[in-house]
């Protein structure tokens, strides 16, 4: 028997002790991506737009862990519903919210709203 099994019961809790760890890693990205939206604390030399990507991806869907809980995420969607809901939530719901946020921003100006 794997000495994995001395920490953890089962697979499934394995899976879920991972799944918490992805979506507290995720959490605190989106936070730190919306206190430096909300801070902006670019100057109007640097592209915004850019900077925001190259963070988000390197940051988040390149991150090595991030990456491999996603890829997990993608295959298990497809029996189990819950899992469907985060993998949604975390490559789809959240990414376009943050997104919609970063559009209504200026360089210079800072964010104002949708009107």
């Given at each position: 028997e794997s000495s994995v099994y001395y920490y953890f019961k089962s697979k499934q809790a394995i899976f879920d002790e991972l799944l918490c760890l992805f979506e507290n890693k995720a959490s605190d990205m989106m936070c730190q991506l919306d206190k430096a939206l909300a801070e902006?604390?670019?100057?109007a030399e640097q592209n915004f737009y850019q900077t925001v990507c190259d963070t988000f991806f390197e940051r988040y869907l390149m991150d090595t862990f991030c990456n491999k809980v996603m890829r997990l995420l993608l295959i298990e969607q497809f029996s189990n519903t819950t899992i469907q809901n985060v993998y949604e939530r975390w490559m789809f719901t959240e990414?376009?919210?943050?997104t919609?946020?970063?559009?209504f921003c200026s360089y210079a100006g800072g964010c104002y709203s949708e009107r």
């Open positions: 902006q604390t670019f100057s990414p376009l919210s943050f919609k946020q970063g559009v």
